[in-house]
């Protein structure tokens, strides 16, 4: 300073913690009180001060013209004297214990009195808690609370492990609006329409004296045309209490669940794990997984594949194509998950961390990095695109990007095909979006990514007229309007993860974080996170088996109940 003055330094590490122990000791030896809160017949002496700084509804409280400005003694309604004394300790302290006995009040006290730093403690404990016995708890209480997003989250993931959900105790003491919600939405998974008719029936013989009123309106939310009628038979020659159930069935609806329509399960091929010191080693396995990310399968990748990585791959005519990969960088092969058959089809261009789409049924190839004639070379990336033709079994080149690039996302939508960002050198990546019409066999700029995506490794899934991309968020991208919005933010933010379409949810497993990798540490993670695009909510799935990042994901059909099946090689 200019007068010889000394200036502390800004941002004092040990003033705040300082300043509340202070606080603290004048709290706990009583001196300078000048109001008490009441609630439930106890006593809480406080310092108009604290609280006033402490949140808005005591600002607007004392700090105002209401009469409680200048009363001694004020009574909070609505809370319990527990909730409002771990919220007076927390604004002293800055410390609060949340547990599953107390969440429920602290939650209500919090959001009633405006404390925001504590209600965004409870919404994060409670989505950590999500299991199929608190989901529905914790749905009926997010939607009290006027909590939208906890409310989808929680509905979303109880609508995912309805099997699970219908046998707890929370789910018998449902209010019936929201069992009606529960068991009328299309997103119910219950492969079988008759779980979800038992499932109603073990909710009204609950207490069915008072729920019998209810059933009329229950059971019009069962898809009857998809009941087995001998099984319905069944049930009223069984059970007398519903002797006048076809009475009640007016209304016959004839559309299915989505997890009725679609019958599909997940391929994760590949990319890399953790050994037993978090270093990092190839994974030689497929896992194959249904759609609440149990692992139905483990099978070993045929040799080609092994130790590699960089490959892509995608879906097509209910196979897999995979190509490339720093293994061989020119390698094409056609899976039959059916019959656990690899083909071995026509070379491509030298390719690895390139992408691969399907548009109007030929598979392209796009993009990616290459050493062309000498190993020891620098890398080259590839503005070349390459189309199948599966008749001829041969390669072709159509038009180059308009940038070479490598390692971003690709998707198909609206008769044409995407790139979405991705590397234009070893440590540079770019926001460029590129746009392919086969009909002009012409690639073009589309809006660059949005900000929330800049620097990050994209995956691009089509769902409907839309592509859903994942970063450290969603963003949903419309091509016909050529515009982002930005959605959900995923429960963990990890780069190289990949993602695949499900009906109308996004399953994006594993993937590594960005700041252990920039510190020469490998921290990968098992995390599986489901996206559903009707309620804009993230959940949780099942862990994979084993850590991965830089992994393919592929949506296959699902393969019937079979004994083990012989790999089988064929080279045309």
Known sequence: ???????????????????????????????????????????????????????????????????ESKMDKIEIGGVSAEALQLLVDYAYTSKIAITFENIRTVYEAANMLQIECVEYHCKDFLMQSLTPETCLGIWVLADKLLCTYLSAMARSYALKRFEEVCWTEEFLELPVDFLKMYVSDDDLHAEKEEKVMEAVMLWA??????RQRHLKDLLACVRFAHVDQSYLKDIVEKDKKFAKLKELVKYQ??????????????????????????????????????????????MPLPFFLENSRGFAACSVEDDVIVTGGFHNMRQVWRYNPSLNSWTWRAMMTERCCHGMAVLQGQVYVVGGVAREEDPSSEWVWRDS???YNEDTNSWSAVAPLQQAVSNFGIASCCQKMYVFGGKIASDVM???VQCYDPNQDEWAFAAPLPTCLLHKFVTACTVNTKIYLVGDCIVCYNPKEDLYEELAELLYPWAVSSATVCGSEIFITGGYHEESRENNKCF???HSQC????????IFAKVLPVPLWGHCSVTIPKLEPMARRELTLTVH
């Open 1 to 67: 300073m200019d007068d010889g003055g000394y200036l502390a330094r800004e941002g004092d590490e040990s003033y705040p913690p300082w300043f509340l122990q202070r606080l603290q000791e004048l709290r706990s030896e009583g001196h300078l009180f000048d109001v008490t809160l009441c609630a439930e017949g106890t006593e809480i002496r406080c310092h108009r001060l604290v609280l006033s700084a402490f949140g808005d509804y005591f600002k607007a409280m004392f700090c105002g013209v209401h009469n």
């Open 205 to 210: 013989k609950h207490d069915l004296e008072e």
């Open 253 to 298: 609806s004839i559309q299915a669940r989505s997890c009725q329509t679609f019958q599909g399960e997940i391929l994760v091929l590949g990319g890399m794990t953790a050994g037993d010191g978090q270093e990092e080693e190839h994974s030689d396995n497929m896992y194959r997984l249904d759609l609440y990310g149990n692992c139905l399968e483990t």
């Open 385 to 387: 695109t390459e189309v």
């Open 430 to 432: 770019t926001d460029v």
């Open 524 to 526: 990968f993670t098992v």
């Open 531 to 538: 996206y559903n695009v009707n309620s804009d909510a993230m």
